[in-house]
């Protein structure tokens, strides 16, 4: 955290700082704008405390899982403990539990004497907060709510979970910031490290609770900090103007202005000679604003267009410069700059000449005429031939001067020596945003007319969301169709044109979503595991009817190839068909339910010759015909179990309570306007061209046959399997009621973003076999038994059948 470090606002004080100085001798030039605060919540303390939260939840996790290791180690540093001269262990006793109330104290002393008392205060506040609130928490945990967590901290010993002394001396050392103070800092710690192993040796703390209550303390220092404010120490406007009188600059009026994009200050300095300079003012404690923004797009994109998340006051100032001076050797119209200085430590500036000018995004549509267009392509082509990218081609970077022409500005967000990705995804951000001003067309025209094709057709790739400003990204949310149109009017200038994907995400949100979702699944799985023995599972399952759910659950794929061939009016071989959807189980493993088998069976219909739009449509109209059988046959089954076995399966009153809020959720979902077109857009999506594919398949009543009875087969393959794995525990429940218990539970699975449903048919299952009457240990052995014959068993021969599938060129 070295480039996000302030400098110690006291010391600044004490030693002076030469740009306030140098603004005390010159107090001639007022400077109009709004009085500084004299308190900041500053960014890197916020950030320090989440990233000291993350820590302390990764060290629990950790230690919860690693108990066995921990107890070892423990155990060998205890006797490691033993081992110590007992003068030795007395003195290092005596010192660290006096010390470490009497170093704060001399730190407070000598603060106080340095007129810092404010500094002091804010570390009592902390010191109070710590010990309150590791109190109550050591309370919380000793009432026994959680009990994992309180053997940890306390070794099942009478001892405090989470030392108060210790946390409140911590957040009294990280409030008053003694970690910049190098002498004090090591003397801190020391006396903290020797209180520990005083505390550890006579068995009143644990190993992992010698490491929560400094980590508990830290995050109450960094938050206090956080929330009471620290010092402001921005240099004012006045230290603006003295360092502009050493660059030789002879400023007689200033004033501040809005501040730029990313939150820097900026000035409007009026000269002697009646000429005016535009400064920007980059304040060290803004170096870490939007930082987790920044962290997060780091991680998703890949390395080529990633940035640095954190720079240092410096770096940001010598990048600036550079990127400016770069574009004026280019020969692009930008505002020229004149000088760079430091403020004192905490900021530095940038002059630049003023200009007068107005940003594109106060332009009216109507007056950005292809003349313009065409000058805000040539000043891009500028950059582009010296390889330098530009990165936030928008409204508020483009300006117009009086004379109309055209002035790129804010430099900060470039790239020099650019290489060929950064400089197309220049173009696409450009393409979008005058799209959205001009529409595609006069778009697409006006780059081609000044690039030309070849540079459109390269950047088509990088036509993403994810590759544009945020600016962008959100307007793009009123017009969804852009980019669609701009890829349409690049194809048509090249038609020819061999198109190169381009992967800009690592992963998408909803993949991080599957595999949290996954995680929690797993767990769900493994505690019910732990209440099932395995091997009795096996061993006293009936085999017989085991091999009925085997054949039942082969047959499915059976099915599953009869309903796909019946919704396509091209042949299929059935065969190969059924090896397709043997290897859509074994994609499974990585995708949700729902999606793998669409993803794989579109693909292979596409490599059979069908076009991409009837491939989808085939498959979109299988998933209707499937979902139509679904409800059908669900309440088919439950009329008839509500009717014939009525005792056996009498829904309890949550379940009731759990099928009205399902049908209030369907109720708002189709009633909230909002909503319901969003349903209804992602449904038209799915099902755009389904209704023409299944006229088709009504005109042959061979093709329609087909399909119903491999639709009917693939819940009836389920169904029998489920019942059988019951029938193999000895379970005796109806037929129906099986049936109604996996049709729903299916439904509940298909919409689980896990792969393959993982975690929630098998809780859905559970639950249901559960409340229609069979013991709890045997409705969880029948639903393992089921989803190892319909879910692991098939992921081999899929893995074998979407290698061989691949190696003929069949997916």
């Known amino acids: 955290m070295a480039e996000i470090r302030e400098r110690d606002d006291a010391e600044d004080l004490a030693e002076g700082d030469p740009a306030v100085d140098e603004a005390r001798a010159h107090p001639d030039v007022y400077v109009v704008e709004p009085l500084l605060p004299q308190r900041l919540r500053r960014p890197s303390d916020l950030l320090r405390f989440m990233s000291t939260l993350v820590v302390l939840a990764a060290v629990v996790l950790i230690s919860l899982v690693a108990k066995q290791t921990l107890n070892g180690l423990e155990a060998d540093v205890k006797e490691g403990a033993t081992l110590v001269p007992d003068l030795l262990s007395r003195v290092a006793t005596f010192l660290g539990g006096a010390a470490v109330l009497i170093v704060p104290v001399a730190f407070a002393v000598e603060r106080v004497f340095h007129r810092d008392g404010l500094r002091v205060a804010e570390g009592l506040i902390a010191a109070i907060i710590g010990m309150v609130g590791s109190f109550l928490l050591g309370q919380w945990l000793i009432g026994g709510s959680v009990e994992d967590l309180r053997m940890l901290l306390t070794g099942g010993r009478s001892i405090e979970p989470l030392n108060t002394l210790l946390t409140s001396v911590v957040a009294y050392a990280t409030a008053v910031r003694i970690s910049r103070r190098p002498t004090w800092r090591m003397l801190m710690w020391t006396v903290i490290a020797l209180d520990i192993f005083a505390l550890f040796s006579g068995r009143q703390i644990t190993l992992p609770g010698a490491f929560v209550p400094v980590l508990v303390g830290m995050a109450v220092g960094y938050g206090t900090l956080y929330g009471v404010g620290s010092p402001n120490t921005r240099p004012p406007g006045n230290a603006v103007i003295a360092a502009l009188r050493k660059l030789s600059f002879s400023p007689v009026s200033a004033r501040r202005i809005e501040d730029d994009h990313q939150g820097s200050r900026r000035y409007a300095i009026g000269l002697k000679d009646a000429s ?48 400016a001076y770069a574009a004026q050797a280019a020969g692009a119209s930008t505002p020229r700059l004149l000088g760079t200085s430091e403020i004192g430590t905490e900021a530095a500036l940038l002059a630049y000449e003023h200009l007068e000018t107005r940003p594109l995004d106060d332009v009216p549509d109507a007056d950005i005429d292809d003349a313009l267009l065409a000058q805000i392509w040539e000043q891009v082509e500028l950059l582009q031939i ?426």
């Open 276 to 323: 005016r300079l535009d400064v920007t003012v980059l304040d060290r404690d803004r170096q870490v604003a939007g930082l987790p923004y920044r962290l997060w797009r780091r991680i998703r994109l890949n390395s080529e267009t990633r940035r640095r998340a954190i720079r240092s006051l410096r770096a940001e100032l010598e990048r600036e410069a550079l990127m």
């Open 386 to 811: 010296q390889r330098l990218a530009h990165r936030r081609l928008t409204g508020d970077s483009i300006h117009l001067d009086q004379a109309g022409r055209v002035v790129l500005t804010d430099a900060r967000s470039g790239e020099i020596a650019a290489g060929d990705l950064l400089l197309r995804l220049d173009v696409a951000q450009l393409l979008t945003y005058l799209a959205l001003r001009v529409g595609a067309e006069r778009s697409v025209r006006a780059a081609a007319a000044v690039m030309g094709p070849d540079a459109l057709a390269a950047a088509m790739p990088l036509l993403q969301r994810i590759a544009l400003t945020r600016e962008t990204r959100s307007a793009l949310s009123k017009d969804k169709g852009a980019l669609a149109a701009l890829r349409e009017h690049i194809v048509a200038l090249k038609p020819q044109g061999k198109v190169e994907e381009i992967r800009l995400e690592r992963f998408r949100p909803r993949t991080l979503v599957t595999i949290i979702a996954s995680t929690l699944a797993a767990y769900f799985l493994l505690s019910q595991l732990s209440q099932v023995n395995l091997m009795r599972v096996i061993t006293t399952a009936n085999w017989a009817w085991s091999g009925l759910a085997l054949v039942a659950s082969f047959v499915s794929f059976v099915a599953a190839a009869l309903m796909l061939r019946g919704f396509v009016p091209e042949h299929l071989p059935l065969w190969r068909t059924v090896l397709v959807q043997f290897a859509a189980s074994f994609v499974k493993l990585v995708t949700p339910a729902a999606v793998g088998g669409v993803a794989i069976n579109t693909r292979y219909l596409q490599k059979r010759g069908i076009s991409p739009a009837l491939a989808v449509a085939s498959v979109g109209a299988s998933q209707l015909g499937m979902m139509v059988f679904h409800i059908a046959l669900l309440l088919l089954f439950a009329y008839i179990t509500g009717s014939n076995t009525a005792t056996a399966f009498s829904p309890s009153r949550g379940l009731v309570v759990v099928m009205l809020a399902v049908a209030v959720l369907v109720v708002v979902l189709f009633g909230v306007p909002p909503l319901r077109r969003f349903i209804t857009g992602r449904m038209h999506s799915l099902f755009a061209n389904v209704l023409p594919r299944l006229l088709d398949v009504l005109q042959s009543p061979r093709k329609m046959i087909e399909a119903c009875v491999g639709t009917l087969m693939i819940t009836i393959a389920f169904v029998v399997c489920l019942d059988a794995c019951v029938e193999a525990f000895g379970g005796e429940i109806g037929f129906t009621t099986v049936a109604v218990v996996y049709l729903t539970a299916n439904a509940i699975g298909s919409a689980a973003p896990t792969p393959g449903g993982l975690g929630a048919v098998e809780g859905a299952l559970t639950l249901g076999l559960t409340v229609a009457g069979l013991p709890a240990e045997l409705a969880t052995s029948a639903v393992l038994l089921h989803r190892l014959l319909t879910f692991w068993l098939p992921v081999l021969p899929g893995w074998a059948s979407f290698t061989y599938l691949q190696r003929h060129e069949a997916l």
